[in-house]
């Protein structure tokens, strides 16, 4: 290797890998801030200007775009024709090109960004070198992670140069990069613009780390974050304690988390499956938590809790007594801390209360394709909802009612949650006809469906759950109506003095 450009936006360890370089007798070109960086560090650089005879133009826009840089890329080496269109234009090839791009994703993260600012930091000239380099990987080694910088300087220091499978791998990787960058920007665009379901949809993802296995042993996978995720997000959680978190302990989490952001009071959810398996609120978080134990001390065992209040000594010290996967919370105290770290494979998650979500999109894979869709963020007012029997729920029942439909919501359809005294005692989840779902919650509930509500995530397509609702001794029912046969269950309910509400709206979850 006898010729290096570098042109980065991030300046880690690039004085001490260019070092390196030099100590190999490769001589360096460079623009703007890097050559610069490198020039006050006492390293020999030549400017690219020196190289193109041309200034750098329009405040930096036009540096690198000149065929002196891109021939010097994209030249077959061992082609004669290239050599002597090199030799006849006074183009000299380049072996490396260390390349990173203008902060798109840091300027549009800042709060205050105009789209003028914004705009101005997408990057031309540095995807446009990255995208040559890798095209010509066969004789050009291109870099655009820092962190590849010293095993790079290792092979060249002990060959002279990377090995060609090394090239293709870092080839690969820099279309990576330049494509999640690019895509961001598209995203970006997109949302400046409104336009929701874009003709080509481009997302990107950076890994946060591969996982022992997937849903099952035998299967791979990765965890990834959304290069713009905020907090109140799953993906941004901060884990204190614990072992590493598993693919069904990550999916879980966001389930539980998702669920409890629901509620402004103190609210604990207990979550197996993806399903709430108990939900309790309380004036204290200790009070909620009791409630959630209680919801199912069965199921709870070996379930993640999510908190939206900080846990303190007295409810830690309760939680500790059982098993649990993971336990969620904006905040723990430190002698909560010190009780929950004496159980050494507890996983501890801090994650910032944000109940403003921002995530648009949810996004499903099928073989062979991609669901999307907006994620279902509505809440319910009691103003929306319409009494549809001849009694109207009490006011107790009507905190139960909403209660309740907060929580169903979240559980997989057909779903059916009954609740009482501010927390869940039956829930039916995942079935396929909803009696069953309701037979499920009710059997769940036993004794205690007396009295109780329930809540349905989807109408009755006829008046049988109302029926064992009505046997079991549920008094009131909020379900969205919309059934041709609406009028039977509304008869059947005013049959036996059930209150019953429609909301009008659905909430199937696959």
């Known amino acids: 290797m006898k010729r290096a450009l570098i042109s980065v936006s991030n300046k880690t360890g690039i004085v001490e890998f260019a070092q390196k370089l030099v100590n190999q007798q490769i001589e360096l070109i460079s623009t703007g801030g890097t050559y610069r960086t490198l020039q006050e ?47 006849d234009n006074g183009i000299k090839p380049i072996d490396l090109v260390i390349v990173n791009l203008y902060p ?24 446009t070198m990255v995208r040559a380099a890798a095209k010509n990987h066969q004789y050009v080694t291109v870099i655009v992670d820092p962190q590849d910088y010293d095993a790079i300087a290792n092979e060249i220091i002990a060959q002279g ?16 990069h330049t494509a999640a960058y690019d895509a961001l920007i598209a995203q970006y665009l997109n949302q400046q613009l409104g336009i929701q379901f874009p003709e080509q949809l481009t997302v990107t993802f950076n890994q946060v780390s591969p996982l022992r296995y997937g849903e099952n ?38 389930a539980a988390w998702e669920m409890v952001t629901e509620f402004s009071e103190p609210t604990v959810v207990a979550v ?29 065992f070996g379930g993640i809790i999510a908190c939206n209040r900080p846990v303190d000594l007295e409810t830690a010290q309760k939680m500790k007594e059982i098993f649990l996967e993971i336990i969620l919370a904006p905040h723990f105290t430190e002698e909560a801390l010190a009780v929950l770290q004496k159980k050494k494979n507890l996983r501890l998650l801090q994650l910032e209360l944000d109940t403003v979500r921002t995530t648009d999109w949810k996004l499903q894979s099928v073989d062979g394709g991609l669901l999307v869709q907006d994620i279902d963020h509505h809440q319910i007012q009691p103003t929306e909802c ?66 109780a509500v329930l809540a349905s995530d989807a109408f009755f397509p006829m008046k049988d759950t109302v029926e064992v609702a009505a046997a079991a001794g549920i008094t009131a029912i909020i379900q969205p109506g919309g059934s041709v046969r609406d009028e039977e269950s509304i008869k059947e309910a005013n049959k036996h003095g059930i209150a019953m509400v429609f909301t009008g709206v659905r909430h199937f979850k696959h």
């Open 161 to 176: 140069m990377p090995s060609l499978e090394t090239r293709k791998r870092l080839a690969a990787k820099a279309f990576s």
């Open 104 to 127: 798109f994703q840091q300027t549009i993260s800042k709060p205050d960004v105009s789209f003028a600012e914004a705009i101005e930091n997408i990057d031309i000239g540095g995807p």
């Open 386 to 451: 319409r009494v549809v029997t001849d009694r109207e729920p009490t006011s107790a029942e009507w905190e139960q009612l909403l209660f309740a439909w907060k929580v169903v919501k979240h559980v997989k359809s057909n779903a059916i949650v009954l609740a009482k005294e501010e927390r869940t005692i039956g829930v039916g989840a995942g079935q396929m006809n909803r009696v069953g779902a309701a037979k499920i919650a009710i059997e769940q509930a036993g004794k205690e469906a007396k009295g």
């Open 217 to 254: 042993p035998h299967q791979q996978a990765a965890f990834y974050q959304e290069p713009l995720a905020q907090k109140g997000q799953i993906a941004k959680a901060k884990q204190l304690h614990g072992k590493e978190l598993s693919y069904n302990n990550i999916n879980d989490a966001n």
């Open 41 to 87: 560090a006492g390293i020999p650089v030549t400017a690219i200007s020196e190289v193109t005879d041309f200034p750098e133009l329009l405040d930096g826009r036009v540096k690198t775009l000149h065929p002196k840089i891109h021939g010097g890329l994209l030249a077959i080496r061992d082609l004669k024709t290239h050599q002597q269109q090199m030799e």
């Open 272 to 300: 197996k499956h993806m399903n709430p398996c108990g939900v309790g609120t309380g004036s204290t978080l200790f009070d909620a938590y009791q409630k959630a134990y209680e919801a199912d001390p069965v199921s709870i």
